[in-house]
């Protein structure tokens, strides 16, 4: 089987990328490689890989052509809520760029198109969420994945799989530090405390990059009448916390105390989240938990495998590319 994936030097996709090498599986990563390429450097050369150094906005048909899966991660994939972004970047890598990659998609006769999308299209919600509850995206990400989505589902119909991604931890080979777990795990190896987002009572599930490989693994396996068409929660039950408790998951990996201290203006979104669908269709269960996570990343930070670099906090590093003139608006639209 032949897999096509955009933003696969990532930090989802570097750890994906890997897992389906290892499964048999002929990989083609299309990435511009704006963050570098620690996440795929060593597999270059090996048997199965395809590098394409190619802006997702600008890939074509010819590109897609002749795999069997397409596995949409390219984004933009953090919140701005300080407006850092230009709206226009934001916009055509968020919510065009994969409505134009899925039309590609159904257009090059590909089996099948996964979209990577998120829980925070549920936003605030004051009881336990599940597929068929209707979302209510709050900041622009949330409102420009939702609004791919729809669409998507309108091009690919069948063909297509929604996968929303509970918030993602644990260690990469393109690490990044703007995740709540890796972020507490980061501030404490770095300063032997742990930065709380207020409240510190905002509701948030997580689930680490390894299961989300794997889930996305079992749903390219799947038959098509089982997952086709659907929308799939990615994540576990049991990994619902408060961010203030998830703070205390982290502390006991590492150590026996610590100390907290809470920054920021407060989150308004707040979510639990339902993921018994997936485990239903396609035997999904997660394997890790946020203490594994946390272990391997301090571990990995203490080696020296990975360091507090500009390049893993997403915003921020776009921001700056575009600031350079590296990344520009280039008006693309879907097909």
């Not at 069997?68 to 055509?92: C, N, R, T, W």
């Not at 495998?305 to 590319?321: A, F, G, H, K, Q």
Request: charge should be positive; aromatic fraction near 8%.
């Amino acid at each position: 089987m032949r897999i096509f994936i955009t933003g696969g030097a990532g930090y989802i996709g570097s750890v994906l990328t890997r897992l389906l090498l290892s499964k048999g599986y002929r990989v083609t990563v299309a990435d511009l490689l704006l963050f570098g390429d620690m996440g795929i450097k060593e597999l270059v050369g090996e048997k199965g890989f395809k590098l394409l150094k190619i802006d997702v906005r600008s890939i074509d048909m010819d590109a897609i052509r002749g795999h069997d899966v397409v596995i949409d991660l390219a984004a933009i994939s953090q919140p701005d809520p300080s407006g850092k972004i230009d709206q226009g970047l934001f916009y055509e890598m968020n919510a065009v760029s994969p409505v134009r990659v899925a039309s590609l998609s159904m257009k090059g006769c590909v089996e099948r198109y996964v979209f990577a999308s998120t829980c925070s299209v549920y936003g605030f919600q004051d009881r336990v969420v599940n597929e068929d509850s209707e979302p209510n995206p709050i900041e622009s990400y949330a409102k420009m994945k939702y609004a791919a989505e729809k669409r998507i589902r309108e091009i690919a119909g069948k063909r297509s799989v929604i996968l929303r991604i509970a918030t993602v931890y644990g260690y990469s080979p393109k690490m990044r530090f703007d995740l709540v777990v890796n972020a507490m795990t980061l501030s404490l190896y770095k300063h032997k405390k742990i930065m709380v987002g207020r409240p510190g009572t905002q509701m948030r599930p997580v689930v680490h990059v390894g299961d989300v490989a794997e889930a996305m693994h079992r749903v390219i396996e799947a038959p098509g009448d089982i997952v086709g068409g659907e929308i799939l929660n990615v994540g576990s039950n049991d990994q619902n916390y408060r961010i203030a408790d998830l703070a205390g998951e982290v502390c006991k990996a590492v150590t026996s105390e610590c100390r907290i201290e809470y920054y920021g203006d407060p989150d308004t979104r707040s979510y639990v989240v339902d993921f018994t669908k997936i485990s239903r269709l396609v035997g999904f269960r997660a394997r890790y938990s946020v203490a594994d996570g946390t272990r391997e990343v301090y571990r990995a930070l203490k080696n020296g495998l990975i360091s507090d670099e500009p390049w893993t906090r997403v915003i921020d590093w776009w921001s700056y590319l575009h600031s350079q003139g590296v990344v520009k608006v280039t008006g693309v639209s879907d097909l």
